[in-house]
Structure formats: structure tokens, C-alpha cells
């Protein structure tokens, strides 16, 4: 039997994406939003 334990983002800091680029935009240059939060995926294989 095999085991599987993936985790991404495990201490849960924000990681933000890129500054909004729209010069026109009030928010210009900001760093607004943020990848995905803590995600943790677990799998189980039985081969005989």
C-alpha cells in the first residue's frame, strides 16, 4: 500500500501576484490580490 501526503502554501503566508498594470486605475501599481490559500491533498494506492 502506498501513501501520498501533498501540501502547498503549508504556513499559509500570503503570495501576492502581480501589481495591477491599468495606468487608468485607481489601484495602479498595487498588489491586490493573492494565490490560493493553504491546499493539502491526500492519496492511497493498493497494488497487488
Do not use: E, Y
Amino acid at each position: 500500500m502506498r501513501m501520498d501526503v501533498t501540501f502547498t502554501n503549508v504556513l499559509n503566508h500570503p503570495n501576492f501576484l502581480w501589481p495591477d498594470p491599468n495606468i487608468g486605475s485607481p489601484a495602479f501599481g498595487k498588489a491586490l490580490w493573492t494565490s490560493d490559500p493553504r491546499v493539502g491533498q491526500l492519496g492511497a494506492r493498493l497494488d497487488w
